[in-house]
């Protein structure tokens, strides 16, 4: 089982930014995407952004287009989500977990499992 480690989270203005990390500790996502999720207060996990971990390709749900960057650094094993222009509604807690997708929109977490995730609150 590969230890998912969010950070960055944090309380930010309306606006604000943030830049939040993950890092597979013990492992790698290879082959594999790297996803951002996150889990608004009573709402379910929704699908926020991928990276293709080799190749560098990245997807964004709708919501986050323009807004939010991803990225990744392969030396350091760890990825990255530059969060800009943050809305009330970006509050929820972040996690990263790898991603996959069937046809390139509809994206879902390959482990079953998932870090602790870190919180990010944005007020208004």
């Known amino acids: 089982q590969v230890d998912l480690v969010e950070s960055g989270g944090g309380l930010v203005q309306a606006g604000g930014s943030l830049r939040l990390s993950c890092v597979p500790s013990?492992?790698?996502?290879?082959?594999?995407?790297m996803g951002w999720f996150r889990q608004a207060p009573g709402k379910e996990r929704e699908f926020v952004a991928a990276?293709?971990?080799?190749?560098?390709?990245?997807y964004y749900a709708d919501s986050v287009k323009g807004r939010f960057t991803i990225s990744r650094d392969i030396t350091q094993n760890t990825g990255y989500l530059q969060m800009n222009s943050l809305r009330p509604e970006d509050t929820a807690i972040f996690y990263c977990?790898?991603?996959?997708?069937?046809?390139?929109?509809?994206?879902?977490?390959?482990?079953?499992?998932w870090g602790q995730g870190t919180q990010v609150t944005v007020s208004s």
């Open positions: 990276i293709g971990w080799r190749d560098g390709l990245t």
């Open positions: 977990n790898a991603a996959a997708t069937e046809d390139g929109n509809s994206w879902f977490a390959q482990y079953n499992y």
């Open positions: 013990g492992s790698t996502f290879s082959d594999d995407a």
